[in-house]
């Protein structure tokens, strides 16, 4: 699976929108991108994914460009318990096979 | 019920001591996962059970770590003769068909010190 980068932190107001960045130039066609984030003390969360077309859903919205090397997962309006862990990953969505490759991720801290 | 459960959500044991950990998954959900979490790092994936085939092992550090899915049901990752540097959260997870359209969902994990 490609390999990406993120920055390993940022800062957002609450009530702000938070924009995290992921860069995966070496992305091959059918790899997908899916996002999780990990509160402290918690296990891992699913957020969304997408191929190609901007995804929404009822958590954030992920913005791939149209080459496909970087991608924005963006929480519209941050909260305080969007304090976390935020992973991007890239794998192949052709197979069934199952492992996520997580990498250091960015820590996201939401402040007042 | 209705997500991944994990037991014991805390574990001490003795170096040298065995320990089992428990993973139920959702129900229906064919794919079941093992990462363990050492402090201030990043998720280590273990091992990957779908279906009824042949387990992924490529990720156990050592031949003192095995996991059995009994039943395409439950999970238990088995720890041999501990050491402290297996102290780690251990966390599992479970999805449909490989995790690539709904994700995995992840339980909340044992934590378990060695001392």
């Known amino acids: 699976d490609a390999k990406t980068t993120q920055p390993p932190s940022m800062d957002c107001a609450e009530g702000r929108a938070a924009n995290l960045p992921c860069n995966h130039s070496?992305?091959?066609?059918?790899?997908?991108v899916y996002w999780y984030r990990q509160i402290h003390s918690q296990g891992p969360q699913y957020i969304i994914h997408?191929?190609?077309n901007n995804e929404t859903n009822e958590m954030a919205s992920l913005i791939i460009t149209e080459d496909r090397k970087s991608s924005t997962l963006i929480l519209p309006h941050a909260t305080l318990r969007d304090t976390a862990v935020y992973y991007c990953?890239?794998?192949?969505?052709?197979?069934?096979?199952?492992?996520?490759?997580f990498g250091q991720g960015t820590i996201l801290t939401v402040h007042p | 019920g209705a997500g991944v459960s994990q037991s014991p959500s805390n574990k001490v044991t003795e170096k040298g001591k065995d320990v089992e950990l428990r993973c139920d998954p959702i129900?229906?959900?064919?794919?079941l996962y093992w990462y363990r979490q050492s402090l201030g790092q990043g998720l280590e994936f273990l091992i990957y059970f779908q279906g009824n085939s042949a387990p992924d092992k490529s990720g156990l550090p050592s031949d003192r770590f095995s996991a059995e899915r009994t039943g395409g049901s439950v999970s238990t990752l088995t720890i041999q003769r501990t050491q402290q540097e297996d102290s780690a959260v251990y966390l599992c997870a479970s999805s449909l068909a490989g995790g690539k359209v709904y994700g995995y969902t992840f339980g909340s994990g044992t934590r378990l010190t060695v001392v």
């Open positions: 070496t992305i091959s066609g059918n790899e997908y």
């Open positions: 997408g191929l190609k």
């Open positions: 990953i890239v794998r192949d969505g052709g197979t069934s096979y199952g492992k996520l490759t």
């Open positions: 129900s229906g959900h064919t794919a």
